[in-house]
């Protein structure tokens, strides 16, 4: 399984930044799909998830400003962010999710930088 992680970018405070992330499968075999980020120093955590119901969770940082979503026919996800901040500077991943009979699985894509400076 691959995911391909794109669209990090420079990006000036206030502004909006779309990232996208494609899966190598059918991205109805995940369970759920999310985004996290990774700034230096800090540990990762997540930013916004989304299940294969589209049910979905933001992080209390970003939860009025983002929005995630899937294009089934494109096996992608997205993560649109807007009013950008600096502490929103980051490594930003995805990662899927899924259970295959007794087990669960995870794949990480290879992370995309963002950074929020004037």
């Known amino acids: 399984v691959q995911l391909q992680a794109s669209g990090g970018g420079l990006v000036q405070p206030g502004g909006s930044l779309g990232l996208s992330c494609a899966a190598s499968l059918d991205i109805s075999s995940f369970n759920t799909m999310g985004w996290y980020r990774q700034a230096p120093g800090k540990q990762r955590e997540l930013v916004a998830e989304?299940?294969?119901?589209?049910?979905?969770n933001y992080a209390d940082s970003v939860k009025d400003r983002s929005t995630i979503s899937i294009d089934d026919a494109k096996n992608t996800v997205y993560l649109q962010m807007n009013r950008l901040k600096p502490e929103d500077t980051a490594v930003y991943y995805c990662?899927?999710?899924?259970?295959?009979?007794?087990?669960?699985?995870?794949?990480w894509g290879q992370g995309t930088q963002v950074t929020v400076s004037s």
């Open positions: 989304i299940t294969g119901g589209r049910v979905t």
């Open positions: 990662k899927a999710r899924r259970r295959v009979l007794q087990r669960w699985y995870e794949y």
